[in-house]
């Protein structure tokens, strides 16, 4: 299927980590020219963006004047911009609860997930908004849907993304044009950095246990959901909605 992703530039963020690196490299592929976002990844950034015939590009997203430059020096050095990804974000690995959480941590999580994706919405809205057209696709998690034992802060932050800001967005841009927001909500994905700090079986075991498949998704499978959704072709009449990439996930683990 002819997705009319071909000369298309799409800006990834998080772009060089495990579920990021398969994003661009599917855009890629699909024939579109791929901005890599990073903030201090820079030697895989580059590194792949010479892979793919594509370009980094460094931000600190928590900055709203760092996430406008992005946008702006990504329209200037690659003639446009048509597809976004919100994927970057942070997974404290410690759990806590939260009446032992403290402030900072919270601030921190939400600031890197919340905070980074309603930036990097912004900027690129901006543009869409002048340019009339645009796909913007928002990265969250199941553990915002279905909540996260001992990651509220984390949990809280995903479902405010795929719920009030999606929508939100949903219904501002339907006055730009032909511009889309929708979003996918990954659920146990397995990195190649998770399978390199080892995996508890069973865990493992009981987080399948929950899933109608049987088994974790891997980084293509939420890359190719989100090339659907970012096809004019495929997902056209397509916007304000999440799809979970999640084995058919009907809860978390407790």
Same mark, same amino acid.
């Given at each position: ?22 994003i661009s490299?599917?855009?890629?592929? @699909? =024939? ?23 370009? $980094?590009?460094? $931000?600190?997203?928590? @900055?709203?004047?760092? $996430?406008?430059?992005?946008?702006? /020096? ?27 959480? =403290?402030?900072d941590r ?73 511009? /889309? ?13 998770? $399978? ?8 493992? @075991? /009981? ?40 084995? =058919? ?6």
């Amino acid at each position: 299927m002819d997705t009319g992703l071909s000369g298309k530039v799409v800006l990834v963020t998080g772009g060089a980590g495990g579920i990021g690196r398969a994003i661009s490299r599917h855009f890629s592929r @699909e =024939g579109s020219i791929v901005a890599v976002h990073y903030h201090t990844s820079q030697n895989e950034a580059e590194g792949l963006a010479s892979e793919i015939g594509g370009m $980094a590009v460094q $931000a600190d997203l928590r @900055e709203p004047l760092q $996430a406008e430059e992005m946008v702006s /020096r990504v329209v200037s050095e690659l003639g446009g911009l048509d597809v976004c990804v919100a994927n970057s974000g942070l997974y404290p690995p410690e759990p806590k609860p939260m009446w032992e959480m =403290g402030h900072d941590r919270w601030e921190s999580t939400v600031m890197s997930n919340l905070g980074v994706t309603a930036n990097t919405a912004r900027s690129f809205l901006s543009h869409a908004s002048v340019q009339g057209t645009g796909s913007l696709v928002l990265v969250g998690s199941t553990a915002g849907i279905y909540g996260e034992a001992g990651h509220s802060d984390y949990a809280a932050a995903k479902g405010a993304i795929t719920t009030g800001l999606l929508l939100s967005l949903k219904n501002e841009v339907s006055r730009l044009g032909s511009v /889309r927001v929708n979003a996918v909500a990954p659920g146990w994905t397995l990195t190649e950095k998770k $399978a390199d700090s080892g995996l508890d079986e069973v865990v493992m @075991e /009981r987080a399948k246990s929950t899933m109608a498949l049987k088994k974790f998704a891997t980084p293509n499978d939420v890359a190719m959901a989100i090339i659907a959704l970012s096809s004019d072709e495929v997902s056209g009449h397509i916007t304000g909605q999440v799809i979970e990439v999640a084995g =058919g996930m009907e809860g978390r683990l407790v």
